[in-house]
């Protein structure tokens, strides 16, 4: 336990007291004592430095009392515990700290505060510093990381509590670019050559055979999981160039699933009207006849989509659409890999072996995510020339819970979910390699990126630099929309503990 907080190269915390009821009491910020810029630790042990809100506690009021000939009490010997609060003593403690702006916890005893002994005193980095906390690890460090699914709650006017997701999931196939750190970045490219992870047969469309695997996959959900993202389609040309325009619905459901002899009658898709729909024929989410459709899920770990057009003149009075395929059901081809955190221009993705096998082409029988060799950790710089294509698929999923009425709150944070795209097509590279409690993640920053929505294999997709400071727009929205989030979340528990 004490090898994978060192591992994590710790430089600021806070630390919390936790009584036998499980409340926490924060004791401020410390941080550890350090040797030759390394962390100090003796066996099990760890030291750090005293935290700030105890820095006013000179002694323990307890034990200060004059005896009957003198006016205090001497100071310890060394070695021997400070005069610091009893209360402090053999205390379970939490260290709650930020790496790669992810949050993590450490279970830990707060055991004494001793003073240093003077051969401590001469190995350490810190001058003047005559005592320090004693500390041991009790568990291992614990990734306390929302960000991958962030969360909006509110109240809903159906008298239930709507929560809100935005998840991502992420596809990854290796280029045929290999670019150093330390080049200079062209401004566009084109010449982007993907290798994907799987293959598909190549098979002809037939209507009735995509009807059937998609009614299949709907079929074996739950009637509430039976949806599918939608996104609209246009398509413009500008300069000779084709470019795909995306107008996101979100998931919509799908309708008369089981109803077998009205789907071989209109041999067709049934679904629900998407409330970015209305009257208004300004609207560009409107649905007419002809339209061209991609209609996306996931199931078995696989993120599956496939074209289909608005058939004209066939909606029912409820307001619910009939769509036709117009091509086969594919899946992405990429590695997909598990989101640890996002920024506006990266990403940190868990690793393992079977995807360093794939970047690399390797054929690799082991790889020690611990000690690592001297050719492994020549692997993983080699990574970091791989251009990677990322085919990210955000979406916002929505769940509801039996809870009380409340209206204003609902159309107040109906304001912070943001709009997001069927589809975020990126270009990348490994910047950095870390293990982070035992699992190896790469954090992956972004070089390229393009508004032009890929629809057709053969489209021409134009790269474009990723601006410093910028990032993705999409992504700058998401985080933008959070940071809003929060504020609005802090400043309403203000006004409670006001009233």
């Known amino acids: 336990m004490i090898e994978a907080t060192i591992d994590l190269d710790l430089r600021h915390f806070n630390i919390f007291l936790v009584d036998a009821k499980g409340e926490e009491e924060d004791l401020g910020r410390a941080q550890l004592l350090r040797s030759d810029g390394k962390i100090y630790y003796e066996g099990g042990s760890l030291f750090l430095t005293t935290p700030d809100k105890l820095k006013s506690q000179a002694v323990d009021p307890d034990k200060t009392k004059a005896p009957a000939t003198g006016t205090g009490t001497a100071p310890p010997a060394e070695g021997e515990d400070a005069p610091k609060p009893i209360f402090y003593n053999n205390r379970s403690a939490i260290l709650r700290f930020l790496k790669s702006s992810m949050p ?91 290798t994907p992870y799987s293959s598909a047969e190549d098979t002809s469309f037939d209507i009735d055979q995509t009807l059937r695997e998609f009614y299949t996959s709907m079929q074996a959900l739950p009637p509430k999981d039976r949806l599918v993202n939608l996104t609209k389609i246009e398509r413009t040309t500008d300069r000779g160039m084709s470019a795909d325009h995306q107008f996101n619905h979100g998931p919509v459901s799908v309708l008369s699933v089981e109803n077998e002899e009205l789907l071989n009658r209109v041999r067709g898709i049934y679904l629900k009207k998407s409330a970015k729909s209305d009257r208004d024929r300004t609207n560009r989410y409107n649905l007419v006849g002809n339209d061209t459709l991609v209609l996306s899920y996931l199931i078995d770990g696989t993120m599956r989509s496939f074209v289909c057009k608005v058939v004209a003149g066939q909606r029912q009075r409820l307001g619910n659409d009939l769509v036709k395929p117009a091509s086969i059901i594919t899946q992405d081809p990429g590695f997909r890999l598990h989101v640890m955190n996002f920024r506006g221009n990266g990403l940190m993705v868990a690793s393992d072996l079977e995807f360093i ?143």
């Open 104 to 194: 993590y916890e450490i279970p830990c005893t707060l055991v004494q505060r001793v003073r240093l002994k003077q051969e401590q005193i001469d190995l350490l980095d810190f001058a003047g510093i005559k005592s320090a906390f004693r500390i041991v690890p009790t568990g291992m460090p614990r990734n306390q990381n929302k960000r991958e699914s962030l969360q909006f709650n509110y109240i809903a006017e159906d008298k239930k509590a709507v929560l809100h997701q935005i998840t991502m999931d992420l596809f990854v196939q290796k280029t045929s670019l290999l670019l150093p750190p330390d080049i200079l970045l062209q401004d566009k490219i084109t010449d982007v050559v993907l």
């Open 357 to 499: 096998r794939y970047v690399t082409g390797e054929n690799l029988e082991e790889f020690d995510f611990h000690r690592l060799s001297s050719y492994q950790e020549n692997l993983l710089r080699d990574l970091r020339s791989v251009v990677l294509y990322c085919a990210i698929y955000p979406e916002v999923k929505r769940d509801t819970y039996e809870i009380h009425f409340r209206k204003s709150e609902a159309q107040m944070i109906d304001r912070f979910i943001p709009e997001l795209p069927y589809k975020v097509q990126m270009l990348g590279r490994i910047v950095r390699t870390e293990r982070i409690t035992g699992q190896l993640c790469h954090s992956i920053q972004f070089d390229y990126d393009t508004e032009m929505f890929q629809l057709a294999k053969d489209d021409i997709v134009m790269w474009r630099t990723v601006p410093k400071g910028r990032g993705n727009k999409h992504f700058g929205e998401m985080m933008f929309k959070l940071s809003g989030f929060e504020a609005y979340l802090r400043k309403k528990q203000e006004e409670r503990l006001g009233d």
